[in-house]
T-cell receptor, first 111, second 120 residues
Framework: RKEVEQDPGPFNVPEGATVAFNCTYS??????FFWYRQDCRKEPKLLMS???SGNEDGRFTAQLTRASQYISLLIRDSKISDSATYLC????????????FGTGTLLAVQP | EAGVAQSPRYKIIEKRQSVAFWCNPI?????LYWYQQILGQGPKLLIQ????????DSQLPKDRFSAERLKGVDSTLKIQPAKLEDSAVYLC??????????????????FGPGTRLTVT
């Protein structure tokens, strides 16, 4: 089983749609969780952290469910500029601050 | 604030040749990471330095890959000899880890633009 699993997509959605990405992780001792965004041929950049209480940043909402080791990202009113790969990332904590990346989910927002 | 710098941006070599990549992290960042990102996959950690010491190199293929960070700032990653399966983007990242008792560390990692390696 992969340490971090995501649906690779692609997700093709029309502008204005709501799209949800899911992610599961295998290590129950993982301590912190993130969504990174990676544009085509660019480096990954932190989109937002994920907390059990849920957190929202404009059109983006992230949620962590520890009991089921599940992470989600919801994008409302999607824009063409949201087209990118969304990487689910888990920090296993401890002394190394090691990030484990999922394979990413490709989103294409169509006009 | 200047970001993570990497060079070269692109490199094409033949199998069995050697190649080296360079990374300059964000000023003041103690921790430096090298990742390998194969097309269609997420980045995979190869090696992590804290200042000039290695913290984690468990996924570094040590028979052909080596890395150093001699003065705790810049770092180089070398592949010798290269194989076809080494074709990937090599990403360098840094973070301002500052571990003090009772203080939450900063976990955000800042990535450089990467070096795209093609082995033919």
């Amino acid at each position: 089983r992969k340490e971090v699993e995501q649906d690779p997509g692609p997700f093709n959605v029309p502008e204005g749609a709501t799209v949800a990405f899911n992610c599961t992780y295998s290590n129950s001792a993982s301590q912190s969780f993130f969504w990174y965004r990676q544009d085509c041929r660019k480096e990954p950049k932190l989109l937002m952290s994920v907390y059990s209480s849920g957190n929202e940043d404009g059109r983006f909402t992230a949620q962590l469910t520890r009991a089921s080791q599940y992470i989600s990202l919801l994008i409302r009113d999607s824009k063409i500029s949201d087209s990118a790969t969304y990487l689910c990332v888990v920090n296993q904590g401890g002394a190394t601050n090691k990030l484990i990346f999922g394979t990413g989910t490709l989103l294409a927002v169509q006009p | 604030e200047a970001g993570v710098a990497q060079s070269p941006r692109y490199k094409i070599i033949e199998k069995r040749q050697s190649v080296a990549f360079w990374c300059n992290p964000i000023s003041g960042h103690a921790t430096l990471y090298w990742y390998q990102q194969i097309l269609g996959q997420g980045p995979k950690l190869l090696i992590q330095f804290q200042n000039n010491g290695v913290v984690d190199d468990s996924q570094l293929p040590k028979d052909r890959f080596s890395a150093e960070r001699l003065k705790g700032v810049d770092s180089t990653l070398k592949i010798q000899p290269a194989k076809l399966e080494d074709s990937a983007v090599y990403l360098c990242a840094s973070s301002p880890i500052n571990r003090q008792r009772g203080v939450r560390s900063s976990y955000e990692q800042y990535f450089g633009p990467g070096t795209r390696l093609t082995v033919t």
